[in-house]
């Protein structure tokens, strides 16, 4: 397309859709009419994309996830599409400006944190690697929950992100499926063995597929993503009594977490991760039996995903479909369902390992409970005799009264990957050790890895610039090029170009900081910014007992030597997370003492910016100097911030845990800050339980002094908060180690300091890391999930337009 057949279509579009000329219209319905423009530009491409993949036969894989954060589409899908410039500068043309259109654009927020966004790089990869792969999921009508902050607390507004029409999906009423849920079931015996199930009482209700392209990077592959969205059917309508009663049904994908601290909320989320499983799994069998594959070789035709365990009843249900309305025997269908599913693990907390009690899972999907209670029942045939009675009852999925996800999905799957390396053995050997012992051929790792196009391309311009100054643009295609950058990290003018990159990049960030809060910034600062869902194990309380540390230093000696520091922290905190709240609100206490203190506000700052979200992500991190990563080692699977920040040349402040373990091994110890216990010192502190946090408060001045600001009004207005944090360090006895790592962190951020004031040394080690990202792009990951674990085949893209 050229700029002048788009302004002409563009003209003419605006017109038919709304009866507008440019200058009548408002951004909404430029963006409007810009989104239609694109996806009826895609279109014809979904239809081939389709059509190849149906016509050859071609095995695909579908990755179940109960949540997507693609955050904004606009850019994106012009980058992808290679009319970015095009229309940017069409649109420039005709007075509009894209930026301003694409602000207008509501960030899909269908996701908590770095899964939901893992699940999004992995779709625009998939495509990108032209690679037969979709997404299956939920299309909540209200997203995660916005964030403002009120007096220093969290509050919690509903995000309601459909008010204006989203351009990118599109409405498959063709493809709905119904799903049963509650009700009884009885069986009768069939000839074959099998059982015939009658229903009695059951919940019909429509699940209607929302589908948005996600398309490749120059190829012509567009993939899906299928979002379901619950329905009354109209032949149901008469079971509701009430207009209450109808709501609470059609309340089934309102949002993405019910309040899960009463029974009904569980109730709702059990349904949710149901729903979207049956839906996702039928319309692919129907998919399937329209091409006429006999269900005994459906393995050969796609892959199913159970991203984390909350899509695990993916193994249950399709036995359920096999058995019962294909009439497989159970052995084929077994054997058809463990080859198809495959299953990560994202976490080592125990919290996070879902289990349902047994009656819970009998009132919502009691014909999924017998299927379950079945394979735990075969499971526990086979293993007897063969295994001590301790590992039986460790790795079967019913014990204790409760339905253990993880355990299904295990036994269900015929591989079980983490996300690092390290995570990936503390799986073998701590946290799945027993399942280990019985399946050692299904563990592999895969590193989690991000969606360079986005995280690059989109959201640094200027670095990009620098880039293909340096080393041409062949970057662009092919990331593993930034490792050219290392034949100039003697270059002085390289050197300063990516040093006025950033800076560029931290004037842009400090200019919204100031239009939205007020806040003046020193661009010449170091910005160091920890930008995460607020968690206990992530560690914000740890960064804050440093920053008082700083202040009570300056307040004693304002001539310290110290480069000027800006502290950001952005995230959520679960609304029901009490601890991650309080954090929140110290935070923000301690910003505003700093920030209004003179005696220390010209070197030492603290923003707290509300509503992290994917698209805030996009313009704080490449503003970025430091990139804090500062959990308590073993506790985060892998993270994916960390490999943004070194993409976007920040230098990272780490303990050894997660992905940091190979960042760390790909730029070498001079190129990063380590600090802290190791997972196996963490562990052994686990084993020997030594652990004494109160020894240590009460041992060390400078770390009682920094935790005493909590209680002792330094910080104000946290009687409370301050009191009870104080509490889970002191009396508690620290379950994050914060006080055990503090010395530690305290003296790295002193090293970080000291490289700082050598602004050479700094953009060397900032290049080396940028050079070294491409280690971690999701386009890689991709390829490894495809080969070792779906048995997918990338699609040759018919040429690129
Ligand atoms: C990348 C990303 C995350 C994940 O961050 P971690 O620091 O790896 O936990 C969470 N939320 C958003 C919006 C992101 O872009």
Known sequence: MTKENFEELFIQKLREYYALDISEAGDAELLNTLGRIITSYYNANVVETNKVYAGHHVKQAYYFSIEFLPG???????????????????????GIDIEKLANVEKDMALGNGGLGRLASCFM?????????????????????????????????????????????????????????????????????????PVYENAQILRAVPYDTGMIGYHNNTVNNMRLWSVEIPASEEWRYDSLQEKRQFEDLTS?????DSNEYGRLVRLAQEYFFVSAGLQSIINFQKKNHIPMEALHHQIAVHINDTHPAMAVAELMR?????????????????????????????QEALETWPIGMVQQVVPRIYQIIEEIDRRFVEEMTGKHPHYLIENTRIIAHERVRMANLAIIGSHSVNGVAKLHSELLKNVVLHDFYTLYPEKFNNKTNGIDVRRWLHLSNPALGEVLDQAIGSGWRDDIHQL????????????????????????????????????????????????????????RQLLNLLHIMKLYLELKENPELEMHPRVFMFAGKAAPSYQFAKMNIKCINEAARLINNDPDVNQKLKVIFIEDYNVTKAQSIIPA???????????????????????????LTMATLDGANVEIRDEVGDENIFIFGLTEKEVYEYYHNGTYNSRELYQNNQMIRRVVDTLIDGTIPNVQIEGGELYKTLVDYNDEYFVLRDFESYAAAQKRLDLDYGDQRLWQQMSLINIAHAGHFSADDTIKQYADDIWHIQAIDPKGSR
Do not use: C
């Not at 949002?255 to 309040?259: A, G, R, S, T």
């Not at 006025?500 to 100031?514: R, V």
């Open 124 to 196: 625009e990869s998939l495509a990108a690697g032209s690679f037969p792969g979709h997404g299956n999921g939920i299309r909540y009508s209200y997203g995660l929950f916005k964030q403002r902050i009120v007096d220093g607390y969290q509050v919690e507004i509903p995000d309601d992100w459909l008010k204006n029409p989203n351009v990118w999906e599109v409405r498959k009423e063709s493809r709905a499926e119904n799903v049963r849920l509650g009700g009884n079931v009885y069986l009768v015996p069939l000839p074959n063995g099998n059982f015939k």
């Open 483 to 538: 490792r050219q950058l290392e034949n100039f990290i003697e270059d002085d003018q390289v050197l300063n170009a990516l040093a006025a990159a950033k800076l560029t990049n931290k004037k842009h960030l400090a200019q919204w900081i100031f239009e939205k809060q007020g806040i003046e910034l020193n661009p010449e600062a170091i910005f160091d910014v920890h930008i995460k869902r607020f968690h206990g194990y992530k």
């Open 321 to 349: 479909i096999l058995i019962d309305e294909e009439d497989l025997s159970w052995d084929t269908a077994w054997h058809v369902t463990t080859k198809v599913m495959s299953y990560t693990n994202h976490t080592i907390m």
């Open 624 to 650: 970025a100097d430091v990139s804090e990563q500062i959990s308590l080692a073993s506790k985060e699977a892998s993270g994916t911030s960390n490999m943004k920040f070194m993409l976007n040349g920040a």
């Open 255 to 259: 949002v993405l977490y019910p309040d």
């Open 72 to 94: 904004k589409m606009l850019k994106n899908n012009l980058l992808k599409l290679g009319l970015l410039d095009t229309v940017s500068s069409a649109l420039a043309e005709m």
